[in-house]
């Protein structure tokens, strides 16, 4: 699970220009955003490094009991 989504809104960033961004299409942008496909972990630090924040930050921690 990721906060692509979370991140994107809460710094007021589309899809589409990530997307641009990252050199793929909006509907793989997307899927990432609606958590349908995880980005590769290449992918995961090439969005992080675009929106200028820590790689930990797209991800969602689970709790392990």
Known sequence: MNRIKDVLDQKGI?????????GKSYNMVNSYAQNRRQPSLEDLY???EIL??????LLIERKVH
């Open 52 to 57: 200028d924040i820590e790689v930990k930050e």
């Open 14 to 22: 589309k899809q589409k220009w990530l997307a641009e961004q990252l």
């Open 46 to 48: 090439k969005i992080a």
